[in-house]
């Protein structure tokens, strides 16, 4: 066969062409077929089939991470009921209105019985927050180091949260009683719970 026999073919009697040739003409055919096919539907599925796969594999870690969390569910319950009843305590150290005052008395006292004289016991404005209102005190007291100390360790052991903030202590020099005595500044804040409709 040559290139003559090529150009005698008859395109419109293709069922007498030689048989080499025909053989070629399907086998183009099937490769156009093929290429065809993959791209207007195989590319497509394995494009779908690579998103699904990575989507299996994030499916994957939720379930292991959700099971974990099932798993240990009556451990999270449990630790939830402990800090609930932790929260419910600490909610009950926060005074309400009417105990507002007796807590400023015992901040005071706590300072006297500690052998301070207090220059400044000066209740500023509530701070409201979000369940709570802080309750800011400016204090300036004049005593020896030691006596701070327990003055300070008495706030810590008053059944209510009282804490000191912004604490400045200065040296002014001889007192009369001739002994050094230092003075202390100092906010002390205690908090107060806000009740449903303050909390609004």
Not at 40 to 60: A, H, P
Not at 65 to 86: F, P, T
Not at 145 to 163: K, Q
Request: a negative charge; aromatic letters at 8%.
């Amino acid at each position: 066969m040559n290139l003559q026999d090529l150009n005698d073919l008859d395109m419109s009697n293709v069922g007498v062409w030689p048989a080499p040739i025909k053989a070629i003409l399907v086998a183009v055919a099937c490769v156009l077929v093929v290429v065809a096919g993959y791209y207007l539907d195989i590319e497509g599925q394995l494009q779908r089939l690579n998103t699904d796969e990575q989507k299996e594999v994030q499916l994957r870690k939720d379930f292991e991470v959700k099971q974990a969390k099932a798993a240990n569910l009556d451990a999270y319950r449990k630790q939830l009921d402990e800090m609930k009843q932790s929260f419910g305590a600490m909610l009950r150290q926060l005074p309400n209105k009417t105990e507002v005052a007796d807590l400023l008395v015992d901040v005071s006292q706590t300072g006297l019985a500690s052998g301070l004289e207090f220059e400044l016991f000066k209740p500023l404005a509530e701070v409201p927050r979000e369940f709570y209102a802080e309750l800011p005190i400016q204090i300036k007291v004049t005593g020896h180091y030691h006596e701070f100390g327990t003055f300070i360790s008495g706030l810590a052991a008053l059944p209510r949260i009282v804490t000191i903030h912004d604490i400045k202590i200065t040296h002014p020099g001889k007192s009369k009683e001739g002994g050094d005595k230092l003075v202390l500044e100092a906010t002390a804040k205690t908090y107060r719970y806000l009740d449903e409709e303050e909390a609004r």
